[in-house]
């Protein structure tokens, strides 16, 4: 049985790609450092999949351990997810996201060129388009990265284009996806991120709801959108994880390089969340509007339609139950 290397695995949407793999009787092997993310992931990933979850913890950066791991694991493709991927925290310090997220995926090439491992599947973002000049973005629209965050993503498909032109054997999909939200059905695994810098909106909506914030600070409302603040393309954790199966089917089955939007092609503002949130959980969210944060993009929200066709994947669930799910790990892990 052929086995898949999980870069940054234990993560949010590594151990949601794990659980479906799981559940396809897909062998798979993770690598993590644990970097932003909570030991007790692997006890929840085991409950779910019922079986013992196999893992090496290592930095990326460290290419000959993970010649090693992929020689020893018979390895034939990788889906990469570890990165560090905070927006707000790239502007602070923006050498650690050039050299962790690039500096760490050269590294895991080199790793996967020397074993003869050319099935490479990346976790990219529909941030390397920055403030969109239509709506909803397709592959094709010009890139504009606003953070270095986007900038490494780039830069790293960038290189992925490179190896893929240089030989022809490579089979490489970038995964460009909008803002993952939700939680698996058990309650087990959802968005639970170690870093304070790392927290997306729904981790903050959580907070509150928990009792370790008294607001949800909203970063601006003068947005030309309806009601003033950004619009996002809010997908399922689930449904993205899905994409990543499937399209780890089309790495198997091609060669060359491939882009993919990943989202529900729905633009949700971040008070309509806000107020789907309250419907589902009976909880009413205090919020504190502060001004925009640099590097925020008004609208953004994708055209799926190619990876509809191509790789016959589209998202199923709705805003509601993302807001079900994540509202169901909240009352499962109360501290």
Not at 21 to 30: D, G, P, R, T
Not at 156 to 170: F, G, M, R, V
Not at 258 to 277: A, M, Q, R, Y
């Amino acid at each position: 049985m052929t086995c898949t290397l999980l870069t940054g695995g234990f993560g949010y949407i590594g151990s949601h790609t794990a659980a479906i793999l799981s559940e396809n009787n897909q062998k798979f092997l993770i690598v993590d450092n644990f970097s932003n993310c909570k030991k007790d992931v692997i006890d929840r990933l085991e409950k779910i999949t019922k079986r013992k979850v196999h893992f090496c913890k290592i930095d990326i950066r460290d290419t000959d351990r993970l010649i090693k791991v992929i020689r020893e694991n018979k390895v034939s493709s990788a889906i990469h997810f570890a990165a560090l991927k905070s927006v707000s925290d790239s502007l602070i310090r923006p050498l650690d996201y050039y050299e962790v997220n690039v500096k760490g995926t050269i590294s895991l090439l080199k790793a996967m060129q020397f074993t003869g491992v050319k099935r490479f599947l990346f976790s990219s973002t529909a941030a390397v388009y920055g403030e969109p000049d239509f709506c909803p973005i397709d592959e094709k629209h010009k890139l504009n990265p606003l953070n270095p965050y986007a900038q490494t993503k780039i830069i790293i498909e960038k290189i992925l284009q490179d190896i893929a032109k240089a030989d022809s054997e490579w089979s490489i999909v970038s995964l460009r996806y909008f803002n993952p939200i939700g939680a698996h059905k058990s309650g087990l695994i959802g968005d639970d991120p170690l870093l304070e810098g790392n927290s997306n909106l729904m981790p903050e909506i959580i907070k509150v709801v928990n009792g370790s914030k008294n607001y949800l600070k909203v970063f601006g409302d003068d947005y030309e959108t309806s009601d003033g603040t950004g619009v996002r393309d809010y997908i399922h954790i689930v449904d993205l994880s899905a994409a990543h199966v499937t399209a780890l089917d089309y790495v198997n089955k091609n060669t060359g390089i491939n882009i993919f939007n990943i989202g529900t092609g729905k633009g949700v503002s971040v008070l309509e969340l806000i107020k789907t949130f309250e419907k589902v959980s009976g909880f009413k969210i205090p919020i504190k509007i502060s001004k925009r944060r640099k590097g925020d993009s008004a609208i953004c929200f994708a055209n799926p339609k190619k990876a509809n066709d191509i790789l016959k994947w589209q998202a199923n669930y709705d805003l509601y139950n993302m807001c079900e799910s994540a509202w169901n790990f909240v009352k499962n892990n109360k501290k």
